[in-house]
């Protein structure tokens, strides 16, 4: 009913940047949040960023100054802007998007990207 496509991801060097987006598709009536997760090898998937319908973002600390959220429910499209890129930043990065589906507007569901691979390294 509803697919994420990631793109953007790569290797970049420390102090770099790069800037993910993830294009959802399918029935979506309205988008309630949009977030990118990020999971490091052997760890447990984190949440790095995400933004209510009204706008408003919260961070995880470590990426706080570094990292802008943003969302165009039109395009149904969530971006995070990294910069000053970290090597404790690499990571599989996964978007996701809690939504109302036509059809099942009561009903809130979850739904979550491929992943995108970010490698910090020099």
């Known amino acids: 009913q509803v697919q994420l496509v990631e793109s953007g991801g790569g290797l970049v060097q420390p102090g770099g940047s790069l800037r993910l987006s993830c294009a959802a598709s399918g029935s979506i009536f309205r988008i309630n949040v949009m977030a990118w997760y990020r999971q490091a090898p052997g760890k447990q998937r984190d949440l790095v960023a995400a933004?209510?319908?009204?706008?408003?973002?919260n961070y995880a600390d470590s990426v706080k100054g570094r990292f802008t959220i943003s969302g165009d429910n039109a395009k149904k499209t969530v971006y995070l802007q990294m910069n000053n890129l970290k090597p404790e930043d690499t990571a599989v990065y996964y978007c996701?998007?809690?939504?109302?589906?036509?059809?099942?507007?009561?009903?809130?569901?979850?739904?979550w990207g491929q992943g995108t691979q970010v490698t910090v390294s020099s």
């Open positions: 933004i209510g319908s009204g706008g408003s973002a």
């Open positions: 996701n998007l809690d939504v109302r589906l036509y059809g099942s507007i009561g009903t809130p569901r979850s739904y």
